[in-house]
């Protein structure tokens, strides 16, 4: 059955919506209820560890399931000019690693390098561009934001959410590489990646609600 473009505008707009509201939510509650996790020093992906790991896997595949259909309905609304291609392909290599980074499990965090297995270095190739990526994408739809009437209504929030993006990014950069001092950033670190998502998927929420707000 073939749905009309506004159907599809509508459904798509919803998978940005509830993409980064179901990943957030569903991490934040496994966090808080795992049996010895404790979120504001442990990875998002370490939630994949152990029995219970099922959870975030499922999660993970669920947030780049919905990603991709976003993409899909972007794509379809930024047909040419800025942003057109370019977008499109950037947020489908992001929800790319994120169905990669379900199956693809990371080690725990005390494996030494040596001992790595190929799923975690694989996962962590994939959170790596993750990273470059998210700040990255908000900037090059802001390009488009910038100088389209339609969506100038939406270019504060994104060059805003663009630029704590960006910081928040170098600075779980600074903290994962160690640092000066190595023990600066100890017993922070989950809060700090957390800190490092929330703009992106803040983003994309708001970027989901203006899509569906849109009008023939």
Same mark, same amino acid.
């Given at each position: 059955?073939? &749905?009309?473009?506004? %159907?599809?505008?509508?459904? %798509? ?8 509201? /179901? ?13 010895? !996790? ?5 990875? &998002? ?6 029995? $219970?790991?099922?959870?975030? &896997? &499922? ?19 930024? #047909?040419?000019?800025?942003?057109? $291609?370019?977008?499109?392909? /950037? ?5 790319? *690693? =994120? ?11 005390? %494996? ?8 975690? @270095? ?18 090059? !739809? ?9 969506? #100038?209504?939406?270019?504060?929030? %994104? *060059? ?10 170098? @600075? ?12 600066? =950033? ?7 990646? $957390? ?11 708001? =970027? ?9």
């Amino acid at each position: 059955m073939r &749905i009309s473009a506004n %159907t599809f505008r509508k459904l %798509t707009a919803w998978a940005g919506i509830l993409a980064p509201v /179901l990943f957030v939510g569903i991490f934040t509650v496994e966090g808080l209820i795992r049996p010895g !996790y404790d979120p504001a020093n442990s990875f &998002i992906s370490a939630l994949s560890l152990g029995p $219970r790991g099922w959870i975030q &896997i &499922i999660n993970f595949l669920l947030l780049g399931g919905l990603l991709l259909a976003f993409s899909r309905g972007i794509a379809a609304e930024f #047909q040419t000019g800025k942003a057109s $291609r370019a977008g499109k392909l /950037l947020l489908m290599i992001l929800a790319a *690693l =994120f169905l990669i980074s379900g199956p693809f499990v990371m080690d725990p965090a005390d %494996t030494l390098p040596a001992q790595m297995s190929v799923h975690g @270095v694989i996962h962590g190739l994939a959170g790596g561009f993750v990273f470059l990526l998210m700040p990255v994408i908000i900037f090059v !739809y802001g390009r488009r934001f910038r100088e389209d009437p339609r969506w #100038q209504s939406f270019w504060g929030w %994104t *060059l805003a959410l663009g630029v704590v993006e960006a910081l928040a990014v170098m @600075v779980f950069v600074f903290a994962s590489k160690g640092a000066a001092v190595p023990d600066m =950033f100890a017993g922070w670190m989950g809060l700090i990646q $957390r800190s490092a998502l929330i703009p992106f998927f803040f983003w994309v929420f708001l =970027f989901g609600l203006k899509l569906l707000g849109k009008k023939e």
